[in-house]
Antibody, heavy 121, light 113 residues
């Protein structure tokens, strides 16, 4: 059974940093693209970033480019999102999601429960 | 960036009746080399993460009831629930994964009339 468990969220001051983690199990982690998608309270889904399973290429939403870094540790089956220079607009529930294949250009077939990031002074 | 729009914003349908949700992309998401539409549909129930229903615009994900179907090509897509059940109350999102940044539609809320 595929499981994705996010952690690392919390309350952070504007301008601060956080590192989110997503522990994956139940599938061959290195063979799949992995994504981060966020949802601000009461709002819709916003795609944040993806890392491909084939070549570890990474891509970002314009709103986080230069501030967020996605990475993966295939030996530990873990996905990361390093978030710097956080602002109030980054307050959201952050979901980790598994791609349907190694390609970044595909949907996500399994999602974690999310970890909440709150940026406030 | 490709902008995704959905209509209606919300709809209420009687149990057993058909629900139709439309999704439009600001540019084509059809990749000519493989004739695939890079478009997916997700269902999100309150307090839950999204669930993939449809990918490649019309391929039903494993385990998804066959009352859910996707259609369309290019820039115009439709998600149809052929016979609405109580457990289908949710917000439905389309997403294009044709070009970076991948983008979601704003969502359509489906309720029981």
């Amino acid at each position: 059974e595929v499981q994705l468990v996010e952690s690392g969220g919390g309350l952070v001051q504007p301008g601060g940093s956080l590192r989110l983690s997503c522990a994956a199990s139940g599938f061959t982690f290195s063979s799949y693209a992995m994504s981060w998608v966020r949802q601000a309270p009461g709002k819709g889904l916003e795609w944040v970033s993806v890392i491909c399973g084939s070549n570890n290429s990474t891509y970002y939403a314009n709103s986080v480019k230069g501030r967020f870094t996605i990475s993966r540790d295939n030996s530990k089956n873990t996905l990361f999102l390093q978030m710097n220079s956080l602002g109030a607009e980054d307050t959201a529930l952050y979901y980790c999601a598994k791609g349907v294949s190694s390609s970044c250009y595909a949907g996500c077939d399994h999602w974690g429960q999310g970890t909440l990031v709150t940026v406030s002074s | 960036d490709i902008v995704m729009t959905q209509s209606p914003d919300s709809l209420a349908v009687s149990l057993g009746e058909r629900a139709t949700i439309n999704c439009k992309s600001s540019q084509s998401v059809l990749y000519s080399s493989n004739n695939k539409n890079y478009l997916g549909w997700y269902q999100q129930k309150p307090g839950q993460p999204p669930k993939l229903l449809i990918y490649w615009a019309s391929t039903r994900e494993s385990g998804v009831p066959d009352r859910f179907s996707g259609s369309g090509s290019g820039t115009d897509f439709t998600l149809t629930i052929s016979s609405l059940q109580a457990e289908d109350v949710a917000v439905y999102y389309c997403q294009q994964y044709y070009s970076i940044p991948f983008t979601f539609g704003p969502g359509t809320k489906v309720d029981i009339k």
